[in-house]
């Protein structure tokens, strides 16, 4: 996924640099992980989407599509699938008592989705990150109101979500 070792090392140190941010400020810290997490689901789409153009067929061209498509590749038809099988944030989530991304997605807390460390559906994975993309817009756009507690909440969570995709992603790879 690197396509060098610079690229590489740079990826590491802004991975480090989310670490070092974890209890101080998560703002900062979701930047650097959503930057990264960024780069990956872009540069993945543009290498396919030449292969497809290849093939004759279209490819659409919007940031929640090529993320979709992304998501849709690494977790369940890639090699990397195998290291997303037990990738279940949103148990993690559950077992932190870190619940609002959850109850935004309209999942029952009963849900056995929520008590096994076992990949979800596509829907739910999607679902996921689109609300986590949509974070991301409301930061970057300055939509979020950083001062309230739920906005704060929701930033938190999208950071152990990112967190957990990016060990994984990284540990596959070193």
Known sequence: MFASNKEKQFFNDWYFRAQLDENFDPDRQFFYFYALFDHLFKTYANEHEKQIKLQGLKFENTERSRLKYFLFNIFYIEPEKKIFETFNPLAT?????????????????????????????????????MAIYDIRCNLFHGNANLSDFDNNKLIDEANVVLKCFLEKFLNKDV
């Open 93 to 129: 989530l559950k077992s932190g008592n870190k619940t609002k991304l959850i109850a935004q997605l309209k999942i029952n807390e009963n849900d056995t989705i929520l008590s096994t460390f076992k990949l979800p559906s596509f829907e739910v994975i999607s679902d996921l990150f």
